[in-house]
Structures are given as structure tokens and as C-alpha cells.
Nanobody
Framework: QVQLVESGGGLVQTGGSLRLSCTTS????????MAWFRQAPGKERDFVAA????????NYADSAKDRFNISRDKAKNTVFLQMNSLKPEDTAVYYC??????????????????WGQGTQVTVSS
């Protein structure tokens, strides 16, 4: 059973920053592609960013480019999503996801095998 535990969400003003964290087991961490998705009320769950098992490859949605940064810390078995210059339209529940093997280019939620419980991010105007 693969478990993904997210943290770091909260309320922030427009232009502010937040860092989300997703912690998982060592086996998952070293062999899986990790990603972040988000889902706003009444909308589909959309891809935000992904990172390869060794951190050498990343991929971002257009909405996240130049503002968000995905990274991973091997020592802590943790993936981070640093979000800067936040906008009200970034308000959503953010989910950590994992899939076996390579595939940072995979941006469809159906291509991911495991999911965290989600963490709420609210950006006030």
C-alpha cells in the first residue's frame, strides 16, 4: 500500500507564497514519478507539475510555469511544490500523485496510480 501524505496548504493573499509537501515511503520515492494536481470546486482535476524519480526531469502546466517549482528531497522522501506569486485562480485542493516508472510528460490523472488526501490552498484577492 502506497501512502502519500500532503501538508502545507492554507490561506494566503494574492502575490504570496506557499510550499506544499508530500511525504511517502522510500520504495515509492526512489522508483516513482511524482506529481501535483489541483481541483477547484466544480472543475476537473488538473495537472500542475511532475518530477522524475531522480529529479532530473520536470514538467509544468502552462499555468504553473515561471511561478511554481517542483523538487524532491531524497533524505526526507518528500516532494515539494513551491508556489510563488499566487493568484485567486490558484485556489483549489492540491493533490500529490505517484506513478510507477518514468513519465513526467504524463499529465492525465488516469495515468497516476496513487493519490494523497489533498490539501486546501486558498488565495484571497
Amino acid at each position: 500500500q502506497v501512502q502519500l501524505v500532503e501538508s502545507g496548504g492554507g490561506l494566503v493573499q494574492t502575490g504570496g507564497s506557499l510550499r506544499l509537501s508530500c511525504t511517502t515511503s522510500r520504495v515509492t520515492f526512489i522508483t516513482y514519478t511524482m506529481a501535483w494536481f489541483r481541483q477547484a470546486p466544480g472543475k476537473e482535476r488538473d495537472f500542475v507539475a511532475a518530477i522524475s524519480w531522480n529529479g532530473g526531469s520536470t514538467n509544468y502546466a502552462d499555468s504553473a510555469k515561471d511561478r511554481f517549482n517542483i523538487s524532491r528531497d531524497k533524505a526526507k522522501n518528500t516532494v515539494f511544490l513551491q508556489m510563488n506569486s499566487l493568484k485567486p485562480e490558484d485556489t483549489a485542493v492540491y493533490y500529490c500523485a505517484a506513478r510507477r516508472g518514468a513519465g513526467t510528460w504524463r499529465s492525465n490523472k488516469s495515468e497516476y496510480d496513487y493519490w494523497g488526501q489533498g490539501t486546501q490552498v486558498t488565495v484571497s484577492s
